[in-house]
């Protein structure tokens, strides 16, 4: 491998591993964060809508939306590589 791949891919690692040690505090959805203002604005507030299934813990509600947005990357990266590739071809 090249220095340069070297140096990008420890960057990549700092990256992830900082946060993962230095940094403590608790991680919330927007969705959560919302709710608490709207509460605290109007605490007589009754939501009109309440979820079919709610995950068990919020490590499997992370699972569940990191997959589905993975789900969304690849069929975003398939319809701009298809046009591309049919585009090169003409």
Request: aromatic share 14%; net charge negative.
């Amino acid at each position: 491998m090249e220095l340069k791949h070297i140096v990008m891919l420890g960057i990549v690692v700092l990256l992830i591993v900082f946060p993962l040690l230095f940094i403590k505090g608790k991680f919330s959805g927007a969705d959560d964060q919302a709710e608490d203002v709207i509460k605290e604005i109007n605490p007589n507030y009754k939501p009109w809508f309440h979820p079919i299934w709610e995950p068990p813990s919020g490590e499997i509600e992370s699972l569940l939306f990191s997959i589905q947005s993975a789900i969304g990357a690849i069929i975003i990266g398939y319809f701009i590589g298809y046009y591309k590739g049919k585009r090169e071809a003409q």
